[in-house]
């Protein structure tokens, strides 16, 4: 009797053994996993300034836009996506960073989107300010993307992108492997490119702040990028005239200026290249005064917008013909302003060149910087 009585109580302290290690190899394991956890939210760094930013790809920053819009159609968002409230983060931006960690989990964290909008160059940013502040209704609101498409009078390249984006949005909750594999598709036109390409940060910290704004409207944003550099470049009228304050840069903030003033309005134009100016510090003086005089000629009926955007016979044409309108422009001396600025200097508030800017009316195009000074 006393021998069963061993055995049983020796069978159950075996047991208990058992059950113990096998207690304590699980709380190893989950202490593992909280402390890999832990490791991997110690490597993503807090944004405290804005060179900290992840660059993320812009056409991402947009389908996002669009797939958000699509869930609230069908209604399968989470209702923290749904509730607006007083605070600085709306559903929308909830959801925005939610998907943000889905796509770049070793970039972004939660509270990420409370820091960016709290940077000083946000915070700071007159344009933003204002921006929320003026009457826009000169602005017209993304609505379906077939009038995005009739809006911007895109290309057969172009819609076929789009259209690529617009069936990631309209599916489950797509990666960005899936969005990297668009590349292939059209080789005409470099906006596939941008799909890959990160923006740098002061870039993703204006674009961020400009989707408050307009939101996916974002989209004309980038085509009209696409296309200025494209038209730059097409027939290499500005090789080696392109840097900082020589006429290739001109065309480049006019053109911009101008395009945006059309798909945009008025106001959101302004505020688009505003923002980008007030969140990227030019090296020299003269680069800011400069860009925000030739912004004014490409965007104000006072300035040449009506000339760029119609012929002589009233007909507007593409975008193609609206770059040969302002390189016809800019290639007429009589619009120009130079002004010989020495420039390899730092970044400061110098008054005799804000004087020199003021003084010089919007119907003419401001630069500094001839190919020889280059």
């Known amino acids: 009797m006393k ?30 996993e909280e402390t890999e956890n ?5 490597k993503i760094k807090k944004i405290e300034v804005v ?5 993320f790809s812009p056409w991402a920053l947009y389908t996002v836009c669009r797939e958000y819009e699509y869930k609230k159609n069908n209604h399968v968002l989470k209702k923290e996506y749904i509730l607006e409230t007083d605070s600085l ?22 509270g990420m989107l409370v820091d960016i909008y709290q940077l000083d160059e946000i915070t ?50 797509f990666t960005i492997e899936e969005l990297y594999q668009l590349t292939p598709l059209s ?4 906006i596939p490119v941008l799909a890959w390409l990160a923006i740098g940060a002061a870039t993703t910290a204006a674009i961020i702040a400009l989707i408050k704004l307009i939101g996916a409207a974002v989209d004309r944003v980038y085509l009209c990028e696409t296309r200025t550099y494209e038209q730059r470049d097409v027939d290499n009228q500005y090789i080696d005239n392109i840097k900082s ?3 290739g840069d001109a065309f480049k903030h006019i053109f911009m200026s101008m395009q945006l003033r059309e798909c945009l309005g008025q106001v959101s134009s302004w505020a688009a290249m505003g923002i980008y100016e007030e969140t990227h510090e030019n090296t020299f003086y003269g680069d800011t005064q400069m860009d925000y005089h030739n912004n004014k000629v490409g965007r104000k009926n006072l300035g040449q917008y009506k000339l760029f955007l119609k012929d002589e016979e009233g007909n507007k044409g593409t975008y193609e013909d609206w770059a040969d309108r302002v390189k016809e422009y800019i290639d007429n001396d009589d619009n120009s302003a130079y002004f010989n600025w020495e420039f390899e200097i730092p970044h400061t508030e110098d ?22 000074q280059r």
Not at 38 to 42: M, P
Request: aromatic share 10%.
């Open 89 to 110: 983060i709306t559903g929308f931006d909830k959801f925005l960073e939610d998907r943000l960690i889905d796509l770049y989990p070793d970039a972004t964290y939660k």
């Open 3 to 32: 021998k069963k009585q061993w055995f049983v109580c020796f069978r159950q302290l075996v047991s208990i053994v058992l059950i113990f290690g096998l207690v304590s190899c699980q709380l190893v394991g989950i202490k593992d």
């Open 351 to 372: 008054s005799t060149i804000k004087d020199d800017v003021n003084g010089v009316s919007i119907k003419k195009y401001v630069y500094y910087a001839t190919k020889e």
């Open 51 to 55: 060179e900290d930013v992840p660059e």
């Open 38 to 42: 832990t490791h991997q939210v110690e």
């Open 187 to 190: 080789k005409q036109t470099v």
């Open 245 to 247: 304050g020589q006429k």
């Open 124 to 173: 700071n940013c007159s344009t933003l300010a204002k921006a929320t502040e003026i009457d826009t209704n000169d602005f017209i609101p993304f609505t379906t993307i077939e009038a995005e498409i009739e809006l911007m009078n895109m290309s057969e390249a172009e819609i076929e992108f789009i259209m690529a984006l617009e069936e990631l949005a309209s599916g489950n909750s």
